[in-house]
């Protein structure tokens, strides 16, 4: 089942009399599964928006949705669920981790930030309980089930240009070269290499020089690098090419495969064959002592929001490692988790991605490795 949730919340005095409202639609058909408000004493307007929040999220847990899109006017509770911002006030992390505890529930959530006039449904609910509370009396949900409202409803908006190459784009772009290192001895056996610190092979480093000079042709601004030594390898023969220092952000680090890391996966089909159909099947779920592909892909849009704020219309070269480079461009295509799984990256290949603040990104280049020649990584056979 794919739902769509639209939360809000009130404050009439930020802090005063609050209360929030949620509505759960099938995202397909845009009729109202569920709806549901409360008022809920003195609070801030931002502790009743995320109550509506943990509202949408427990109906949706309840209706056993497959995939989640939560649209929601509040730009705080949208930016701190996406990982994008840190949750600072104390109330406010209470609140988000009891919102975390239900997306571990819900295989793929997706955050969306909407206009208030687009979330005038749950809105609507939100003032409708403060009302009922200020006459001292609970909310009740109205006997006639609403009507779906205009089509924005039942399918997630995005801000500014969806229709990329039929309208000129609103924001500069900030261009990103996703650049993943060259081969080791893991990659090259195709062994699960996360935090592990291999070394590129003599071929790995052929396939860096190779990439360096193939960047040096397209141009570039700035290059950060993932912490570990096969990045730091590549992004340094990068570096080299074109004078360029190289800043590391541990955000684009290698997912932790824990007691996965240096197995293929034939060895750990054997030793777990429950656990990596797990895997397989939910990317919430980690290998044991390890990272899942979604807690990953939160960290590494954390790390593409730093990129953005600090470089913002520069060419960026990011080198990394498979799981985030697909966590990157998942996200650019806004394609569920799952797709994650379904994407392919060689060593030393590259990709390119148009970043925007608020429009939606681009991907112009996937998996290239035409510069590399008799240099691809043939996996064994």
């Keep these: 089942m794919r739902v769509v949730i639209e939360a809000d919340g009130g404050s009439r005095g930020n802090p005063g009399p609050a209360g929030y409202g949620a509505v759960v639609r099938d995202a397909d058909t845009g009729d109202v599964l569920r709806e549901v408000a409360d008022g809920i004493g003195v609070a801030s307007n931002n502790v009743a928006e995320y109550r509506g929040l ?28 996406s990982g994008r911002w840190k949750v600072k006030h104390p109330d406010m992390q209470a609140l988000a981790r009891q919102a975390a505890e239900l997306l571990r529930q819900l295989p793929d959530v997706r955050f969306h930030h909407v206009p208030r006039e687009q979330n005038a449904h749950a809105d609507r609910l939100a003032n ?19 009507a779906p ?13 969806t229709l990329y190459g039929w309208s000129a784009p609103v924001e500069p772009r900030t261009v990103a070269l996703l650049l993943r290192h ?49 990045t730091r390898q590549t992004a340094d023969a990068v570096a ?16 932790d495969f824990g007691r996965w890391e240096g197995l293929t996966f034939a060895e750990v089909s054997e030793r777990w064959p429950d656990e990596i159909k797990a895997w397989l099947a939910d990317p919430t779920v980690p290998p044991p002592g390890g990272e899942s592909m979604a807690a990953t892909a939160q960290r590494v849009l954390a790390a593409r929001a730093r990129v953005l704020e600090k470089y913002a219309g520069a060419t960026v070269v990011v080198v990394s490692h498979v799981t985030p480079i697909k966590a990157l461009l998942r996200d650019a295509l806004d394609a569920p988790v799952q797709a994650m799984y379904r994407l392919h990256l060689d060593p030393a290949s590259l990709s390119m991605v148009d970043w925007r603040a608020k429009e939606p990104s681009v991907v112009r280049l996937m998996n290239d490795t035409s510069y590399l020649g008799e240099l691809v990584t043939k996996p064994p056979r």
Excluded at 61 to 79: F, N, P
Excluded at 240 to 255: I, K, P, Q, R
Aim: aromatic share 2%.
């Design 54 to 81: 943990i509202a949408g999220l427990g109906i949706a847990v309840e209706l056993g949705a497959a995939e989640v899109d939560v649209r929601m006017d509040s730009k705080l509770v949208v930016e701190q669920m």
């Design 128 to 146: 409708e309980a403060m009302d009922a509370a200020a006459a001292g009396r609970s909310w009740q949900p109205s006997v006639e089930v609403p």
């Design 149 to 161: 409202e205009p089509e924005s409803a039942a399918a997630p908006a995005k801000s500014g240009n």
């Design 182 to 230: 060259g081969e080791t001895s893991l990659s090259a056996d195709l062994r699960f290499s996360g935090h592990g610190d291999a070394a590129l092979t003599p071929r790995g480093e052929a396939q860096a020089a190779a990439a360096a000079k193939r960047i040096a042709e397209v141009g570039a601004d700035v290059i950060v690098s993932s912490p570990l030594r096969r």
């Design 240 to 255: 080299t090419v074109l004078g360029l220092d190289v800043a590391v952000d541990e955000g684009f680090a290698e997912s």
